[in-house]
């Protein structure tokens, strides 16, 4: 079992930061993959940015490429994402996704919205 809790939403204006962080309950090198997800009213979820625990490779959708990031603390086990240059199509439940040994794991999302 992998719990994630999932903080730092809220409610931003549009060019604005925010940063959102998933604590795991296990080490997060024990993790296959680990990343985030959004689901905006009336779509479906999808992939924002994820990480693969053996690779250095970070994967992120293109609609947030370059605005986006995300990172780690390992001794937290921790997963941030930065989310800078903020706007409106990018409000949405963030969700917290674990994949270990091909079963996903999800928190329980964190609202985002960017508004003025």
């Known amino acids: 079992q992998v719990q994630l809790v999932e903080s730092g939403g809220g409610l931003v204006q549009p060019g604005g930061s925010l940063r959102l962080s998933c604590t795991v309950s296990r080490f997060i090198f024990s993790i296959n993959t680990i990343g985030w997800f959004r689901q905006a009213p009336g779509k479906e979820r999808e992939l924002v940015a994820r990480w693969i625990t053996s690779s250095s490779f970070m994967q992120y959708a293109d609609s947030v490429k370059g605005r986006f990031t995300i990172s780690r603390d390992n001794s937290k086990n921790t997963v941030y994402l930065q989310m800078n240059s903020l706007k409106p199509e990018d409000t949405a439940v963030y969700y917290c996704?674990?994949?270990?040994?091909?079963?996903?794991?999800w928190g329980q999302g964190t609202l985002v919205t960017v508004s003025s």
């Open positions: 996704n674990a994949v270990v040994v091909r079963t996903d794991y």
